[in-house]
């Protein structure tokens, strides 16, 4: 029998948490994220995060409220006994409701030749990406061309039918 909702439903939390390996980066300060300042202007404090395993890692950082929370640098690699800083950062406008945004520092193992790889991917990426612009621009351009000569027409037309207009009065006034 399958178990539907509640707690039954739910891993056992002390079981996930012993197969999950252990955390191998220090962060300083490592208590919680608290912002000091006025509301309305954005608030920066940072965050040391030291590799304290043998390996070259890759860390990245996410948030719950991507709106009014920033990191910069959000993902990165980090030497063996390196230490990097990174700066998060509040633009809300009001209080965030206690105990409803989290950050959560996540690091994996890192190969120099599968990120040589992927940062080889990700160059050839933006080069798509440029192009793909670059041919939107043209389109949009191509676009405004269109709607201006179609404007153009648009008085030439309405300047005929004024002369069409002015035309007749006169043989109306001669008429006369």
Do not use: W
């Amino acid at each position: 029998m399958a178990a539907k909702g509640g707690d039954a439903a739910k891993p056992d939390a002390a079981k996930a948490a012993a197969a999950e390996p252990p955390f191998g980066l220090k962060l300083d300060p490592d208590a919680k994220v608290l912002f000091k300042g006025k509301l309305g202007e954005t608030i920066t404090v940072e965050r040391t995060i030291t590799n304290t395993s043998p390996d070259r890692q890759c860390y990245k950082i996410k948030c719950t409220a991507n709106d009014i929370f920033r990191v910069r640098q959000p993902l990165g690699f980090i030497e063996p006994k390196e230490t990097v800083s990174v700066k998060i950062s509040f633009m809300g406008k009001a209080v965030p409701e206690n105990l409803k945004h989290f950050f959560a520092f996540y690091h994996t193992k890192s190969d120099r030749k599968t990120d040589a790889d992927k940062n080889a991917r990700q160059g050839e990426q933006k080069e798509d990406k440029k192009e793909e612009k670059k041919e939107e621009k043209k389109e949009e351009k191509k676009e405004e061309k269109k709607e201006e000569e179609k404007k153009e027409e648009k008085k030439e037309e309405k300047k005929e039918e004024e002369k069409k207009e002015e035309k007749k009065e006169e043989k109306k006034e001669e008429k006369k």
